[in-house]
T-cell receptor, first 112, second 114 residues
Framework: QKEVEQDPGPLSVPEGAIVSLNCTYS??????FMWYRQYSRKGPELLMY????GNKEDGRFTAQVDKSSKYISLFIRDSQPSDSATYLC????????????FGQGTILTVHP | KAGVTQTPRYLIKTRGQQVTLSCSPISGHRSVSWYQQTPGQGLQFLFE???????NKGNFPGRFSGRQFSNSRSEMNVSTLELGDSALYLC?????????????FGNGTRLTVT
């Protein structure tokens, strides 16, 4: 079993929809949780960065972490065609500095 | 502020050769990590460098190595290339060495081994 599980999709939604992306994990040592967006032929771009449980909002993006359930989510409101990309969850914790454990990535397409 | 810069963007090598990839971190960032991305395995951690010393290493064979220079720039080397080494190699930098210092990635070097 992988340490981090992420539904690869693909996910296809109409413009303006609310998108929900999710990851589950098994390692209790994870304390830092990130969401990256990766466009084709580009590197991952940091979208959201959260510590421990709770919610964090940044514009149209909201990240949620539930450590008791080992579950994290990213919500995208009013989705746009420019949001079409692969979304990767990533986690770190303990003393494994510089080492992130990634989910497989979810491919999202927002169609006009 | 310039992001993480990786060179070259694309490389084609044949089996048995060796290759060196270069990474310039964001100005002021002192920690550099390397990742391999493939369609089958996703993003996998290779190693992390801080203050010119390898601090952390992933589960890759010894053919994969790296180094960091005093200006924080980093290189990774792969010797005796195999077909399975074809991948996108990503470099990431962070301000300091700690889980509370988020990683910022470059656009990668696409390596194709024939």
């Amino acid at each position: 079993q992988k340490e981090v599980e992420q539904d690869p999709g693909p996910l296809s939604v109409p413009e303006g929809a609310i998108v929900s992306l999710n990851c589950t994990y098994s390692n209790s040592a994870f304390q830092y949780f990130m969401w990256y967006r990766q466009y084709s032929r580009k590197g991952p771009e940091l979208l959201m960065y959260t510590y421990s449980s709770g919610n964090k909002e940044d514009g149209r993006f909201t990240a949620q972490v539930d450590k008791s359930s080992k579950y994290i989510s990213l919500f995208i409101r009013d989705s746009q065609p420019s949001d079409s990309a692969t979304y990767l969850c990533a986690m770190s914790g303990g003393t494994s500095y510089g080492k992130l454990t990634f989910g497989q990535g979810t491919i999202l397409t927002v169609h006009p | 502020k310039a992001g993480v810069t990786q060179t070259p963007r694309y490389l084609i090598k044949t089996r048995g050769q060796q290759v060196t990839l270069s990474c310039s971190p964001i100005s002021g960032h002192r920690s550099v990590s390397w990742y391999q991305q493939t369609p089958g395995q996703g993003l996998q951690f290779l190693f992390e460098y801080f203050s010119e010393t390898q601090r952390n290493k992933g589960n890759f064979p010894g053919r994969f190595s790296g180094r960091q220079f005093s200006n924080s720039r980093s290189e990774m080397n792969v010797s005796t290339l195999e077909l399975g080494d074809s991948a996108l190699y990503l470099c990431a930098s962070s301000l300091w060495r700690g889980s509370d210092s988020p990683l910022h990635f470059g656009n990668g070097t696409r390596l194709t081994v024939t």
